[in-house]
């Protein structure tokens, strides 16, 4: 009954089971065993030599990443709905030391590189104006939307040709590989991404992100940050074993397609209420008050989005059965 977020989803079974393997003694920090698969794993799901950091939040992973795109005297361009600029409470700005946040529109939360050059055209090159160092993009949308692979691509065609950073927030990137039935690598660096902020606390995991960076030059710095940031936690494979568990036959797939297919089943019940088309594990649906009431007097628990609004969050253990009656309740409103 409860859709408010899939940051409060149950642990996956599978990480409870590697959790408790791993508690056994190996070296400190990230010197351990499973720490050193990181690095190796990923580059073969992203066809490509990559190097992988384990961090304990999101917000960690998209500071640090952001911290090795920009100067502190610059500036990253995002969207003004995204997680950065909106729920992160100023945490880029203090772990890049004082960046500033250049914020663009777009529907659905969705940049296009035509509302990107907005902000940049409007940027004088000249000392009196922070300059953009970088672009952060959110896949999937804070509204549930999804970059394709072209989408992406656009964006880094203009990245490169400004001579910008690419990073992209993943917190439910899971969500959409799974929306678009592409290789990781087509949406990541193939497309012009230098470094993801690659989701699992939202799709199984317990309190394990993982930071990928597609350019090497990324990376050492990124170490001091983050033992500096006090994020180089002492036992660092409890992170890593719950990233290899998930990883391990898919399972960050198969939970990710299991969540949008909850979501497309509200979907298909809400019709001409629904806020944004669904392409991940989110729906966003028109309410008023009074029906928004209606719903939460049945049970329900979800999200006040905004006036009229309320987002619907589908985890990766509900099943049918648990997404029917609300998909009932929705309809018969």
């Avoid at 502190?72 to 203090?94: L, M, S, T």
């Avoid at 000392?127 to 939307?145: C, K, R």
């Avoid at 799974?178 to 012009?192: F, I, K, Q």
């Avoid at 989110?282 to 939460?296: G, I, K, T």
Wanted: charged share 20%.
């Amino acid at each position: 009954m409860r859709f408010f977020s899939d940051n409060a989803a149950p642990v996956h079974p599978a990480v409870l089971a590697a959790l408790a393997e791993a508690n056994v003694l190996d070296t400190a920090y990230d010197g351990d065993a499973w720490s050193k698969q990181l690095d190796g794993l990923f580059s073969d799901l992203f066809e490509t030599d990559v190097s992988a950091l384990w961090v304990p939040s999101g917000t960690s992973a998209n500071c640090l990443a952001l911290a090795a795109l920009c100067p502190p005297h610059g500036a990253i361009v995002c969207h003004r709905e995204a997680h950065i600029q909106n729920d992160e409470c100023g945490a880029p700005e203090f772990y890049t030391h004082g960046a500033k946040l250049l914020l663009a529109e777009g529907l659905g939360a969705k940049l296009d590189p035509a509302a990107i050059r907005t902000v940049l055209d409007a940027t004088r090159n000249d000392v009196h104006q922070v300059q953009p160092h970088a672009i952060s993009i959110t896949n999937a949308t804070e509204y549930g939307l999804v970059y394709s692979p072209d989408d992406v691509a656009a964006i880094g065609d203009l990245a490169k040709a400004k001579g910008l950073g690419l990073h992209m927030d993943g917190a439910r990137f899971a969500n959409a590989v799974a929306h678009l039935g592409c290789s990781p690598a087509d949406v990541t660096w193939r497309a012009g991404v230098d470094a993801l902020s690659f989701g699992f606390v939202k799709n199984g995991g317990m309190s394990a992100e993982a930071l990928i960076f597609f350019k090497p030059d990324l990376v050492a710095a990124t170490l001091y940050r983050r033992k500096r940031a006090g994020l180089l936690l002492s036992k660092g494979r409890y992170l890593a074993v719950q990233i290899l568990a998930l990883l391990d036959d898919d399972r960050w797939l198969d939970n990710a397609r299991s969540a949008n297919a909850g979501a497309t089943l509200l979907a298909s019940a809400a019709g001409d209420r629904l806020v944004n088309p669904v392409e991940a594990n989110e729906v966003f649906l028109r309410v008023s008050p009074q029906e928004a009431a209606s719903l939460r007097a049945l049970g329900f628990d979800f999200y006040d989005w905004g006036p009229g609004e309320a987002r619907l969050v589908i985890s990766w253990n509900q099943r049918e059965e648990d997404i029917r009656p609300l998909a009932d309740a929705i309809a018969a409103l």
